[in-house]
């Protein structure tokens, strides 16, 4: 029984290293193709003629640090600065909701600040009802809490009026 032990361990360790080296070069490929897409989306930014083109880029470079998991705190921050850029884009609100879709604390965060920044006139009624209906959709699902799901439900219907 003893003999069969050690071919068994060394067969273990050898199967663990040619898993590590397998994995290992998508990792890199992946994090280098995020780092390639944030640049372009900062070139971007700095390049773009006006504040609807700005907010695109602002977008495309958080969905890029999305893809890498460190980025968390600087998605947010672009995903900001594009709602803000432009606050009648439903667009824009679209690309947030899926982006963060997998992180609902994120997204709930994200979406209350552009309630907070942004204002619920007239001109920005169609991108409000639509963050109103992601934070609806996200308490009811995601972050189970229905008394404020059926209370953002109720400001969508007041503001349909």
Known sequence: MTDLRIPLVVLAVLFGLLVLIRMRPT???KSQASREALAAAEAK???????????L?????????????SRN???????????KADPTSTEIVERVVNALDHRPRALE???????????????????TKLVLRALS????T????????????????????
């Open 27 to 29: 990792a890199r490929r």
């Open 45 to 55: 930014i700095a390049s773009a003629p006006n504040e609807v083109e700005r907010a």
């Open 57 to 69: 880029a602002f977008c495309e470079a958080g969905e890029a640090c999305v893809a890498r998991l």
């Open 73 to 83: 705190e600087r998605a947010l921050g672009y995903f900001l600065k594009a709602m």
């Open 109 to 127: 965060a994200v979406l209350w600040r552009r309630l907070a920044v942004t204002g619920w006139g007239e001109k920005n009624s169609a991108a």
């Open 137 to 140: 959709e996200v308490y009811g």
């Open 142 to 161: 995601k972050l189970r809490n229905p008394t404020r799901g059926r209370a953002l439900t109720q400001a969508i219907a007041l503001l349909g009026r």
